[in-house]
């Protein structure tokens, strides 16, 4: 069986990735924090992504990010478990937005 894996990539590659039209970036950190300053992409909680995934089901690429990779790690980690998913393309933001800054 085929198991689905991310890639950690940096903020540069994150940038280059985004222009695919087929790529979302997912910034799971809480509202608040998210309208406080991002990067972009849509905001979907950690504790609500399993419920709002189908949101992403149209995108090949799929780019996850937090303030420090611990939560998007954990979401990545989760989308990778999704067997409809595994010709997905799964990135992590490594080190989050405090080591891309």
């Known amino acids: ?20 039209p087929d790529c979302v970036v997912v910034d ?19 504790a609500e992504i399993r419920q709002q995934r189908n949101l992403l089901s149209d995108f090949q690429y799929i780019v996850v990010l937090c303030t420090n990779g611990v939560r998007s790690k954990v979401a990545a980690l989760d989308f990778c478990r999704i067997p409809e998913w595994n010709d997905k393309k ?7 937005i405090l080591e891309a800054e």
Do not use: A, C
Not at 3 to 20: A, C, F, G, P, V
Not at 34 to 43: A, L, R, V
Not at 90 to 96: A, N, S, T, V
């Open 1 to 20: 069986m085929y198991k689905n894996t991310y890639t950690d990539i940096s903020l540069s590659e994150m940038h280059e990735l985004r222009k695919q």
């Open 28 to 46: 799971v950190r809480e509202s608040w924090e998210f309208e406080e300053f991002n990067e972009g992409g849509i905001n979907i909680p950690l």
């Open 90 to 96: 799964i990135f992590h933001l490594h080190g989050g």
